[in-house]
């Protein structure tokens, strides 16, 4: 039965293979094998120069510490740390800029724009930074706490099914501008080539975008976000819209303001899985961005691998998230490790 499934999982990636050779299936090869950074101290750094396993001398437990504090909060909030991450990544690189509060220095940093208002989990890593900070004073970054955080979050949300090492030596950049939010985040009408471009650019590819979609299975969403694709009770179709006709009923009955939220996933709300991929080829998902992974041939067959082979799906996830949390981080050079992770130092 294995044999088959493999044998399956091939054949679901075949148009992939002649489509995406920098997707890791060019040239016909087969899928290459997963494998993740082993905690070595003192071993070969990982991309950005992190390194998994890296306060295990410089501040014992500190990874213990972060997954105690997030193992306690609700569902909702440990949804809300996945989608911290990530947006903190996407806009200045993984280096906690999205935490900073406004100061008189600088009234509009990420955290007041608009894809950013309806962010949750500060105060998990406020919580997680003090209890470092009592334990070692000036040595765990914010940035890293947030790394941390999104793996944790994840690894409870998926019943333990996805967890993985993550590479950590971020320090904290001194940056935050809103401006930067928009141009930087993949918005929710976004089609597939600006999704691909989106990613692109921040040295993530097609594998990983469709990888990191599936966070879409948790969390919930402000009916503003999808307004656009939910047709009217008459029945007529919005223009551009093909969502299933019970889940746009169901959303209309939800939705009496902009500002209701629903589950992103109604099926399986508070699991991180890869239900959201069976969502999106039976017309069940919230946003454009979702139902635009079915029009381009090598995410729909990323799709369906991931909607039929769940340990495939876990697997890419973590490593994408890995790959995310090492997009422009900041050093020693040209960052510093916050005292609080909502100001800088100076």
């Known amino acids: 039965m294995a044999k088959l499934a493999v044998l399956a999982l091939l054949a679901l990636l075949g148009s992939v293979a002649c489509q995406t050779g920098g997707y890791g ?7 290459p094998p997963i494998t993740y950074p082993q905690p070595s101290y003192g071993g070969p ?40 991450f990530f947006h903190d990544c996407f806009v200045q690189g993984c280096d906690a800029s999205v935490l900073l509060d406004p100061t008189p220095a600088n009234a509009e940093p990420e955290k007041v724009g608009i894809p950013n208002l309806t962010l949750r989990g500060f105060e998990v890593i406020d919580e997680a930074k003090a209890a470092l900070e009592a334990r070692c004073p000036g040595v765990v970054s914010c940035a890293d706490i947030v790394a941390f955080a999104g793996r944790d979050a994840s690894y409870f949300h998926s019943g333990r099914a996805i967890d993985f090492d993550v590479p950590a030596g ?30 692109a650019a921040k040295g993530l590819d097609t594998v990983d975008m469709v990888a990191l979609s599936g966070a879409h299975s948790i969390g919930r969403s402000q009916c503003s976000s999808f307004a656009d694709r939910v047709p009217p009770p008459s029945g007529a179709t919005t223009s551009g819209s093909d969502m299933d006709a019970d889940l746009a009923a169901s959303l209309r009955r939800q939705c009496t303001t902009p500002s209701d939220t629903v589950a992103q996933d109604a099926v399986t709300p508070d699991a991180l899985d890869n239900q959201y991929y069976k969502n999106v080829m039976s ?43 090492a997009v422009a981080v900041k050093t020693a050079a040209n960052g510093e490790i916050r005292k609080q992770c909502r100001f800088t130092n100076y």
């Open 45 to 84: 750094p990982a991309a950005g120069g992190l390194r998994v396993g890296y306060y295990d001398y410089k501040c014992p437990g500190a990874e213990y510490v972060v997954r105690k504090v997030v193992g306690y909060k609700d569902a909702g909030v440990k949804a809300g740390l996945v989608r911290l």
């Open 283 to 325: 017309r069940q998902v919230l946003f454009r961005s979702d139902a635009a992974l079915t029009t381009a041939a090598d995410t729909m067959g990323l799709v369906r691998a991931s909607a039929y082979f769940p340990g495939w799906w876990n697997a890419k996830f973590a490593e994408a998230m890995v790959k995310m949390g």
């Open 25 to 31: 299936y060019g040239g016909g090869s087969p899928t």
């Open 170 to 199: 971020r320090y904290d950049g001194r940056v935050s501008h809103k401006n930067e939010t928009i141009p930087n985040l993949p918005p929710p009408f976004a089609d597939v080539d600006r999704l691909k471009q989106m990613f």
